[in-house]
């Protein structure tokens, strides 16, 4: 179909479905950042291995196939793909729940990043596809308000379900949701034109990955915009799924109280700190994450169209704002304190994801939109997923001889660097995305 002939109705409901799709891909990703309270019990694992396990295990496969999975998305059906890689990435979810010793839970992991390989790329080239210019910076954030969402009811419903059920159960519940929404979205979901409101002169014949590497290399913007994204991935990551640990570990006698107003139906008999940890991160992931994605992008629309460094300088700016709240909520003596550090922290970590996520889709030809994506996601998630997490982990076991339990603190503090990095390389590329972009 023609994007143009999309009514406005149609393109809300494919972002929503979008949305909700991109949902399930954090749900199922983020969910063991709660689960490893128990998983590490259960399966007495140490915190490398369980960095390993919900960072590298998923990191290796999404990063290695997103991009021959992107090159496809660029010839053929994206809805198809996507559709597959979201019943994938469901169905190795729900089999974590059977997994008996960390090899198998480590393998199960890998299938999820196999999945969900194919679940990103397609829909930022969707997404571009539906929506022009000066609305797609708002309609990628919109698309990323999946991460806070999704973040968030991974850790609530690994939390709740948990504590009701247990670990096992958390991810097979999950996955089966997951798997339901499938059929849905293949059914209601269309496949748009390429290029069709991106002008006369776009050019939507399939482009080489050889021709695709020629092009990025010939754009520094590319290379410093995905190397920022990384170095605060290391940091966005590792958060998301130590965080809840360190709650438990470091606040886990205090949660309670925090909480004292909660209804007795929403705690199950003889509640553990895990559920309540799952309560308070759910809230600031949900709150924090859906406003700072939300200021980013509207920032990006207001000010990109006419300033093309906008797109860099909004997301350096907002990193080292983080930094005051970064260590107020690190070292708050009380969850008083780290609640509204922690929930301005997260708004400001996730402002540069419409910006940066819109930016890349102007800085290529509509037919190599999503390989180009792609090779972001590799360069980010790598380097995000797969280090973010086995960086503070090992730090924390290096420091548990010396902090005890609160060596994960020292060890998250110790990633505020990384934050500072991501600014100085959007700092860097600013000026040269007006050389970059694309007419």
């Excluded at 754009?219 to 995905?226: A, C, N, Q, T, V």
């Excluded at 308070?280 to 994450?289: D, E, K, N, S």
């Excluded at 000010?303 to 906008?310: L, S, T």
Aim: charged letters at 10%; one cysteine or more.
């Amino acid at each position: 179909m023609s994007a143009g002939a999309a009514s406005p109705l149609y393109r809300a409901y494919v972002l929503f479905i979008l949305v909700v799709v991109y949902t399930f891909n954090f749900i199922d990703r983020q969910i063991v950042g709660i689960l490893a309270v128990p998983i590490k019990s259960e399966l007495a694992l140490s915190d490398t291995q369980l960095s390993l396990m919900g960072g590298l295990a998923f990191a290796l496969f999404y990063t290695f196939l997103g991009i021959p999975i992107a090159m496809l998305a660029d010839r053929k059906s994206r809805t198809w793909i996507m559709t597959i890689a979201l019943a994938v990435w469901s169905a190795m979810t729900a089999a974590c729940g059977f997994a008996q010793n960390f090899t198998q839970l480590f393998l199960a992991r890998l299938g999820v990043g196999v999945g969900e390989a194919g679940g990103v790329a397609p829909a930022y080239s969707l997404i571009a596809d539906y929506f022009p210019q000066e609305k797609r910076a708002r309609a990628m954030s919109i698309y990323s308000f999946g991460i806070p969402v999704g973040s968030a009811l991974g850790i609530l419903l690994g939390g709740v379900l948990t504590s009701y059920l247990d670990w096992r159960a958390a991810f097979i519940i999950v996955g089966i949701a997951g798997l339901a929404i499938a059929p849905i979205f293949r059914l209601t979901m269309r496949e748009p034109k390429r290029g069709g409101l991106d002008g006369a002169g776009a050019v939507t014949s399939p482009a080489s990955f050889p021709e695709v590497v020629r092009t990025l290399i010939r754009k520094p913007s590319f290379w410093g915009l995905s190397l920022g994204a990384a170095s605060s991935s290391m940091m966005g990551y590792g958060l998301i799924f130590w965080l809840p640990s360190f709650f438990v570990r470091s606040f886990g006698e205090a949660l309670p109280g925090f909480f004292a107003w909660m209804p007795a139906f929403l705690v199950p008999e003889n509640p553990g700190s895990l559920l309540y940890a799952s309560y308070f991160y759910a809230t600031i992931l949900l709150l924090g994450g859906v406003a700072g994605i939300w200021l980013g992008g509207a920032m990006a629309d207001r000010y990109g169209p006419e300033r093309k460094a906008a797109y860099a300088i909004v997301p350096a700016v907002a990193f080292l704002a983080t930094i005051p709240f970064f260590i107020a909520g690190v070292l708050a003596p009380s969850l008083w304190i780290a609640f509204p550090a922690f929930l301005v922290l997260q708004a400001l970590s996730l402002v540069w994801l419409g910006p940066v996520i819109s930016a890349f889709q102007h800085l290529v030809q509509p037919n190599m939109r999503a390989t180009a994506s792609a090779v972001f996601l590799f360069i980010n998630n790598l380097i995000g997923i797969g280090l973010g997490n086995l960086v503070i982990g090992a730090i924390s076991d290096g420091l548990s001889a010396q902090f005890g339990d609160e060596s994960l603190r020292y060890a998250i503090l110790s990633g505020i660097f990384f934050y500072v990095i991501a600014a100085g390389l959007f700092i860097f590329t600013a000026p040269r995305l007006v050389r970059d972009w694309e007419a």
